[in-house]
Every structure is written in structure tokens, then in C-alpha cells.
């Protein structure tokens, strides 16, 4: 707390209890336990069988307010149950021990400008630096907790009903969710992805964290272990799409507010990833006092991505104020959206030329990376078709040939015969399942033989149980050691191909496929491990999520020239 990026108070996930965390648990053994989310809702109720009763133990955050509330409620459904609740607050990702002092209603917490209050009817103790308590609950009773936050130096806030704020909260969240406009097959699975969506946006300034957490491994034991509680440009189009189609146009608008304000300055200083606030540097670090989920270290904060060069932000940044004046959104004030669009085709102009990091955040060495160039053809191509809708002026001619002169070389330089196949990067034998974007971005079509063949070759080389790998793993050119599970961002492109070359049946198996590993309350990692059956990485990934709605909208619309609003396909060259 306070925000996504703040240094943790819990960091159990990444250490031991002793890291901190908040445990609300029976005293006795458990029969059997089962979650669920209030439906349309982020409010989590986890439902406790003893032998002597059953509980339901609600979760719930208010919408952001001034200050962050954690708010939770024992209520007894069934019997009496001795509950057990175990409080360890410590501050900098597990770090500082806070001096702990009892209040009139339960105790507060403070180390530097780190301030927490705890306010609760039940009994508290301290024992061994943590505050515990124990307490009973009958069928019928509900025994509130509220954890808040606020800076050291202010006052305490004002109580909560807790209760009441619960019941605000549903509330609230009923009347977001009513406005989803997905009807189809699926309609749950996207709903609670929307919800994810909403619950991942930083309120104040409307950017969309990629995941909530930092360090959740890729590979068990491996050092693929990064902080992904930050905002990534290159996932703009592909949330901005699922907002839209899905009838959420206020946070459309200010996710594209959110990017303009991000990436204003100078196209050569693009950033591909930005703080909740828009801050460009973030320093990477790692924690050693933290041995790491399941004992994979290191444990990092911040990413080093901030300083890499990668020209597919470029294609991503164009294409989603393109998408915005497609979907009927009003333009940026000032005309800001054009400034931004014709300073970063003024950049590409030469820039496209230059190898880069690619969109995975490779830390080998730059290379030609094929989808980092076909990005920059989607950059040039949506500043035609917004020149074309009257949108903003520009040398349109001069644009074309750039287009061309592009698209020609990423075909030429970008293919391989021998494979029938387009590859990771110029020259190479390499596979990578970026390729598969390329008929929703509208480069070529998804019947166009090279992309069958790329789509065959991916299918042959890069999947496993059904679920695709990023690329060919070499450590000369990630810079990384092999090692890292199935990437379900992928797996949803290739349900899109699926549907764009006419695989319907093939396209639901996969995408149903996906559906089944989510969690028991329907959330989704970053990466699936078929032979574990678990999932790994951040958790949950918007990324992710946000295949899954765009994937259940194409297969709604069915085959067509390019996937729903990844902008209009260009005719086949």
C-alpha cells in the first residue's frame, strides 16, 4: 500500500510468514474450503467447513477513496467456529518491523511515512513482533476487520461502516458490470476479465498495471522473475479493444489520456513501459533478504526494460489513436493525439531501420527483429488511414512509400523459404509467436500462404499440450538461461488465427482449453506449465486477460479479413 508499485506490507508470496501477511483462518482442521466471487463483483468470499461449523471469510477493497481500505468480515453460517487471526506487518517488501501501538479500537502500525490501523471488535495481542487473536463465531455473526492505510504524518481517517461499505462496494461493482455488452457463449469468463481489467486500473491517472505483482517465476527456481506492476505501451491496442468492444468507453478514453500523457517528449526517448504515474525511470533492484516464491531468486523491483529500444511501441501507440477515432472517441484536446502520431513517423522514417530489443525485452543483443519491423508497418499504415479519413494531414505519399518499402523488406529479408516460414529476426532459424499478429495487425492476410505456413511451423515447433512457447529458446539471443513455461497470451493469437483462416472448431477447442486451466475463481497467470498443471508467472496478467476477451469477441464475428479492430487488413501484396 498505497499503490500497485508501493513497497509491500505482505510479502509472504516471495519469503516466509515472517515477511508479512494477514491470516484470518479456523483454529481447528478444515473439512473443506471453497472461494467464489460475489457475481459481477471484486468481492471474494472464501466459505470454511469444520467439524463443528462452517464460516465465510469476505475480502473486500472499496474503490479508492483517499486512502486504501482492506476490508474483511467473518460471518458464521453454519454452527460455532474458533477462528484463529495472525497479523504481520512489515513494511519494504518484508523488511522493517513497525512500531505497533494499541488504539481504542484495535492497533496502528508506523515505520517512516508508512502509517497502518487496524480497527476490529475483536480482543488483539501482541506475541513475537506479530498481533494475533482468537475468537468464536456463531451461525448468524459477522465479526468486521478494516486495514488502512495513510501517510505517518495525517491524521487517521474516518471509520468506515464496514458493512455499509461492503454493500456500497457490490453495488458499485454491479452497476460497472452491467454495462459489459459481451452477450455470447462466454460471457462469464469475460466478465470476470473485464473485472480484472477494471480491478488492475490505477485510478487516478487511468493506466492499467500489467500484473499486481513482482518476482512470481516464469520457471520454478528460475531467474525469469520480474516486476510487472508497472504500465506497458505495447499493450495498448489489445486493452484499448477490449474495453471498446466491450462497451467501456470512459476507460478506453482514459487509458489513451493515460499513453499520451506517458509518452509525450521526444520519439527517440519512447519509453516501452512507464510507472502507474507515468514515471519513465525505474530502477531495477533485487531484495536478497527475500529467497523468492518457491525459492526462485532473485526477487526484483523495477524493471531495467524502462531504458530498451523497441520499435513495436511505435505501431502500438499509432494503431491505438487510430482505433480511438475508429470506435468514435472524441479526439485529445489541442489536437495532441495528431502531434504525437506525426512525431513518431517523422522518427521512423530512419528509425525503423535500426535493430532493437524486440517485443519479449530480449538482453542479448539488438537485432532485426521481424515483428518489431512489421510493428513500425503498422505505425505508417494507420497515419494513411487516419490521413485518408480526414483525421490529420501529412505527406501521404511520402508515407506510402515508406509503407511499402517497409513491407517489402519484412518479407523479403523476414521470410524463409526453406522453413515456409517467417522467422524471429533477420537471417535466423528462429521461431517466435509474435509472427501470429500478423494478420490481426493486418499485415498480410491469414490465408496468405506465408502465414499459413508461419502459423504450421508454430504449431509444429512452439506448442506443447495445446499451449505455445514465446520463441526458440537461445541464451545468445534473450541473454537468459533456458526455462520458462507456455505463454497464454500466445495461445489466445493462435485461437485468433484459428478463426481468421476459417478454424472455428479449432479455434473454441483452444480457447476452451484456456478457459480450463484458470483458477478456481477464473483468473489467469502469465505463462501455464502442462506438465505441472500449474500456472506461473505474474499473477494475474492483464496481458492474458485481455486475450481472452478479444479472442471470445472474434470468434463471436467469426473469419473476416483482419481480427475485430486491429485496424482495417490491407490488401494482399
Known sequence: MPHFDSGACFAALLGTADNGRWSICPAGPVKAIRRRYREGTLILETEFETETGSVTLIDCMTPRNKMPDLLRVVAGTRGQVKMNMELVIRF???????????????????????????????????????????????????????????????????????????????????????????????????????????????????????????????????????????????????????????????????????????????????????????????????????????KSAPVRIGNAAYKQFQLDIFGEVANTLYQCRQAGLEPPPEDEGEDVAQALIGFLETGWEQPDDGIWEMRGPRRHFVHSKMMAWVAVDRAIKSEEQGWFTGDIARWKTL??????????????????????????????????????????????????????????????????????????????????????????????????????????????RLLDIRNDVGLLSEEYDPDAKRLLGNFPQAFTHVGLVNTAFNLSHGAGDSAKGRGAASKPR
Open 403 to 512: 509503407r511499402e518499402k517497409i513491407h517489402k523488406q519484412v518479407c523479403e529479408k523476414g521470410f524463409d523459404s526453406g522453413m515456409n516460414s517467417f522467422v524471429q529476426y533477420y537471417g535466423s532459424k528462429h521461431l517466435d509467436a509474435s509472427l501470429l499478429m500478423m494478420p490481426l495487425v493486418g499485415f498480410l492476410p491469414a490465408k496468405d500462404p506465408r502465414v499459413i505456413g508461419t502459423v504450421k511451423a508454430i504449431e509444429e515447433h512452439l506448442m506443447d499440450h495445446g499451449f505455445v512457447t514465446r520463441y526458440t529458446m537461445d541464451p545468445a539471443v534473450d541473454g537468459l538461461p533456458d526455462g520458462e513455461a507456455k505463454f497464454l497470451a500466445c495461445t489466445f493469437w493462435l485461437a485468433d488465427n484459428y478463426v481468421l483462416q476459417g478454424r472455428q472448431e479449432d479455434a473454441v477447442k483452444i480457447f476452451e
Open 92 to 294: 519494504d517488501y518484508g523488511s522493517i518491523v513497525p512500531w505497533v501501538r494499541k488504539s481504542g479500537h484495535g492497533i496502528s502500525a508506523i515505520a517512516g511515512p508508512d502509517m497502518l490501523g487496524l480497527r476490529t471488535e475483536v480482543p488483539l495481542r501482541g506475541e513475537g513482533m506479530k498481533t494475533v487473536a482468537t475468537f468464536t463465531v456463531s451461525e448468524g455473526q459477522k465479526v468486521p476487520f478494516d486495514l488502512t492505510w495513510y501517510p505517518s504524518h495525517k491524521e487517521e481517517p474516518s471509520a468506515l461502516n464496514v458493512e455499509d461499505a461492503i454493500q456500497e462496494t457490490e453495488e458499485w461493482w454491479r452497476e460497472w458490470s452491467d454495462r459489459c455488452c459481451y452477450e455470447g457463449k462466454w460471457r462469464d469468463a469475460v466478465l470476470r476479465s473485464l473485472i480484472t481489467l477494471k480491478a488492475l486500473t490505477f485510478l487516478p491517472t487511468g493506466g492499467i498495471a500489467a500484473a499486481p505483482t513482482t518476482s512470481l517465476p516464469e520457471s520454478l527456481g528460475g531467474v525469469r522473475n520480474w516486476d510487472y506492476r508497472f504500465c506497458w505501451v505495447r499493450d495498448a491496442t489489445l486493452t484499448l479493444q477490449a474495453l471498446l468492444d466491450a462497451g467501456y468507453h470512459k476507460e478506453a478514453q482514459e487509458w489513451r489520456e493515460w499513453l499520451l500523457r506517458a509518452v509525450a517528449g521526444s520519439p527517440s526517448e519512447l519509453n516501452i513501459v512507464y510507472g502507474l504515474h507515468g514515471e519513465r525511470r525505474l530502477t531495477e533492484l533485487e531484495l536478497p533478504w527475500l529467497p523468492g516464491y518457491e
